[in-house]
C-alpha cells in the first residue's frame, strides 16, 4: 500500500488536524477561529490529496479540489462576512474557561480511543491512529456547540464535527464513494447557507444572537 | 412502469418549481393542490406495483423502492396531499390575519413541495450515504417552515431544530460510514459497499463490534431526528412553532422518515448482532412513552401537547419494532401509517381552533363544539383516535403491538406500555373535554374556518374511521411484506 515514511507524514497531518481543533477551543475571539477551521479545512484537503497520490485512488482528488474550494474558503468567507455585517467579534462568555475546556477535550481524546482501539484494523493507510483523531474531533465539535452561547460559534462547532466525520470516512476507507462525498459536502454549505440566513432573521428580530436570550420556549 | 419512481420524484419538485415561478397567489395554491394530488395519485401506483410485483429500481441501483420504501412514499403522499389541501385554508387565513405579507407565501408553497420532495428521496434511495443525505436535506428544507413566522419563538424553534438535527445526524453519518467500513471488508472497496439491496445480502458477514458502535450511532443520530426520548427536546418546540400543516407534516411524517433511516439499519445489523438492536429499541421506545407522559398531563398548549403525543406515539413504534415477531412488525408498521393519519387530522384540528380563538393555550378555549360545529365533533373523535380508544384505527395498531407483547413474553415492557397508554388517555381526556364543551366567548360566529380545511379533515377522519373496523387487503399485503424486509435472515 505505501510506504512508512508515507504513513509517517499522513499521521503527523493527522495529528495536525487534532492540534487545529484545541487551537479553536483555545480562541476566545471569532476570526481567528473561523481562520483555524480555514487551515484545518485546507489541511484535510492535502491530506486527501497525499492519500490520492500514494494510494492510486485518483478519485479522491476530486473531493480534496471540493473540500478545499467549499471549506478552505467558501464557507469561511460566508462565515466572516456574516460576523462583519452582524457586528460581532469576540466570544466573551464561556461558561468554562479555556484550561477546563482544553482540559475537558483532553479527556475527550482519550474517550475518543478507548472507543475506537478494539476496532479491527484498516487496511488503508490511515489506519486506527486516525479513527481516534476523527472521532476527537467530532466529540470536540459537540463540545463547542454545548460550551458556546453564540450562534456563530455553534455553527463552527457543527462545521469542526463535520470535518472530523471527513478524516474518519478518509482514515477508513480512503472516503464514500465519490457521489456520497459530493452529496455531503453539498449539504454542509446548504447547511451554512441555512445557518447564516437563520442569523441574520434572528439578528433582526432579536437585536442580539446570544442564544441563551432564547429561552421562551420553556414548558 | 420502470419510470415510475423517476415521477415520483419529478412531481414535488416541478410543483416546487411552478409554485415559484409565479408571484400569482392563485397559480400557487392551484400548483400545490395538483402537484400534491399527482404526487399522492403515483405514491399510490408504486405501492401497488412493489405489492403486486415486488420491489422496483431504477437508474441502475441507485433509487429502489421496497414494501417497506412503499409504505414510507404512501404515507409521506397521502399526508402531504391532505396537508397541500389544508394549506390552502390555513395560509389564507393567516395572511388575512398579518400574521406574515402575503409575498412570503410563495416561499410557502416551494419549500412545503421540496421537503415533500426530500422525504420521497428518502424512501427511494438504495444507497445508504444518498439517504443519510436525504434525511440532511429534510431537516434543511423544513428549518425555514418551522421558523415561517420570523418571531422570536419562531425563529428559537428554527434554530434548534436546525443545530440539534444537525448534530445528530453527523452521528449517524459515523454510523453510515462504519458500516460502510466494515462491508468493504467483507467486499472491497466495491461500489455497491454502501447500497441497501448489496448490504442486506452480506448482513451476516460484517463485523460485530463494528456493527455495534455503528447501530448505536444511528440510532442516537436518526434518533434524534426521530424524537426518540431524551434526544427529542427541540421537537416540542420546532412542532408548537411551525405553522400547523407544516406541523402536521413534521408529526406525521417526517418522524417516520428518520425511523425508516433506523429500520433499514436494524435489519442490517441484526443477522449478527442478534437481538442487541432489539432490546436498544425497546428501551428507548419505553423512555420515550414515560417522558410524554408528564409533558401530557400539565401541557398548557395544545400543540405542544400534540407534540408530546408524537414522541409516545414513536416510543410506540419502536417498541413494537423491538419486541421484532412478525406480528409486532405488523402492528408496529401499521401504527406507523395510522399514527401518521390521526396525528395530521389532530394538528388541523388544532389550525383551526388556533384561527378561530387565536390562542394556543387550552384553558382559553371553551365551547369548540358550538363554535366550530364540524371542527369540534372531529376534535372528540380524533382524541378518542389518537389515544387508542376503539373502535378508531390507532385502537388496532396499538392493540395488536399490546398482543405480541404478551405472547412474545415481554410482560414489563408492555405492562409499562399500557400503564403509560392510560396516563396519555387521562391527560388528554381532561385537555380536550375542556376544550370540546362548555359556552363559547360571547359574540363568536359559529362558523367554520376555511371549506379547505374542513374537506382535508374529512378526507382523514375517513381513514381513522374505516381501518378502525376494516383493513383491505392490499394494505395487509404491504405490511406483511415491509414486515419480511426488516426481519429478513434471523
Redesign the interface.
Known sequence: MTTPLQTDILTGLTALVLIMTFIMVSHKSLTPTIRTYAYQSILLSILAFLVGLFTGEHQIWIIAVVTLVLKGFAIPKLLNYIIDRLKIRRERESPLGIPTSLLACGLLVLLAYA?TS???Q??TSLGRASLGVS?SV?LI??FI?ATRRK?VT?TIG?LV??NG?FL??LS???G??L??EL??A??VL??AI??G??LF??N???DTID?RQ?E??A? | MTDILYYLLAAPALTAIAAGLTKSQRFQEMANLVGASVTLVLGAIVTYAVVTTGPQSAAGSFLYADALSALLILVVSLIGFACAMYSIGYMRHEVHEDHFPAARLRLYYVLFHAFVFTMLLVAVSN?L??M??SI??TT?AS??LV?FY????S??????Y??IG??GI??A??GT??V??SA??VLG?A?G??EWTTLIQIAGQL?P??LK?AFVFVLIGYGTKAGLAPMHTWL??AHS?APTPVSAMLSAVLLNCALYGILRFHAIVSPTLGSFSNTLLILFGLVSLGIAVP?VL?AKDYK?LLAYSSVEHVGIIALAIGIGTPLALFGGLLHIFNHAIAKSLMFFVAGNLNAKYGTRRIDAIRGALLALPATGIILLAGFLAITGSPPFSVFVSEFTILNAGFASGHYVAVTLYLLFLLLIFAGFLMSMSRMAFGKPPEGMPRREVSPWNTAAMVFLLAFVVVMGVYLPAFFVDLLHQAGAVIAVVK
Do not use: C
Request: cysteine-free; aromatic content about 10%.
Open positions: 472507543a478494539r476496532l479491527p484498516a487496511e472521532l467530532v465539535g459537540v456547540m450562534a455553534q457543527l464535527m463535520e466525520m474518519a470516512a477508513l476507507t480512503y464514500m464513494p457521489i456520497v452529496g455531503v453539498f449539504d446548504v447547511a441555512v445557518l440566513i437563520l432573521n434572528i433582526q428580530t432579536f442564544t432564547m421562551r420556549l414548558e | 444507497n450515504g444518498i443519510w443525505i440532511e436535506g434543511l428549518a425555514f421558523g420570523r418571531q422570536e419563538t425563529l428559537e424553534a428554527a434554530w434548534k436546525l443545530i444537525s448534530v453527523t452521528l453519518l459515523f460510514i462504519l460502510y467500513f468493504v471488508h472497496p461500489s459497499a454502501l463485523d463490534l463494528v458502535i416540542p418546540d412553532q409533558f400539565i405542544r
